[in-house]
């Protein structure tokens, strides 16, 4: 696989992790979207403030500069009081927006160079995996949550319990299998 398509693979699974993320947090309504299940957990508000944060300093300037800005108030992140849903879901479409412009605008020679996270260095392929993991990572808990809020009023985000056979044949249909 050549570095062109191996960047556009990962473009599509950090847009599938975003598009399950909100999937997911879009059937919560505002109150369990605030609410955390015990003390010191974090609540599918805050994972989404976090991750909002995470992704705009990592891949703002993803290349030239480090990818802890001065800026990042990371605890901050970890508190939502005050805060509205919108304010919170504006801090994430621009998160993933930094990461996604970032990695359209890479070329496959930037895959040979090292970039800078809280001053380690890292080669950009390492620390592409690393955000992927970590994006990841919160969209498998904002999902966990999600589904422990909604309850029976869940919408499945993947193939529902009992009808593993029938996407099967479907799929065998569809693709000659």
């Known amino acids: 696989m050549d570095e062109r ?4 693979t990962v ?3 950090f847009r599938a992790c975003k598009d399950l993320s909100e999937r997911a947090a879009e059937q ?4 369990d979207y605030f609410r955390a299940t015990a003390d010191g957990t974090n609540s ?18 993803f290349l030239t500069t480090d990818g802890e800005k001065s800026d990042r108030h990371r605890e901050l992140e970890f508190e939502t009081e005050g805060e509205t849903r919108a304010e919170i879901e504006a801090i994430w479409q621009l998160g993933w927006q930094r ?7 890479l070329d496959p020679a930037d895959l040979e160079r090292t970039v800078l996270i809280r001053s380690e260095p890292h080669a950009v392929v390492l620390a592409i995996h690393r955000g992927l993991a970590h994006a990841q990572y919160h969209a ?4 966990q949550l999600a589904r422990h809020f909604t309850g029976d009023t869940w919408r499945s985000l993947s193939i529902p ?5 029938a996407f ?3 799929m065998r249909e569809k693709f000659g299998g």
Request: glycine letters at 10%; hydrophobic letters at 45%.
């Open 28 to 31: 919560v309504g505002d109150e």
């Open 11 to 13: 473009i599509a699974e």
């Open 140 to 143: 498998g808990q904002i999902v």
């Open 168 to 170: 099967n044949a479907a």
């Open 99 to 105: 990461c996604l412009d970032a990695l359209a605008a």
């Open 161 to 165: 319990r009992g009808e593993s056979e």
């Open 44 to 61: 599918l508000s805050v994972l989404v403030k976090h991750m909002g944060g995470n992704l705009r300093s990592r891949w703002t300037e």
């Open 5 to 8: 398509a191996w960047l556009e």
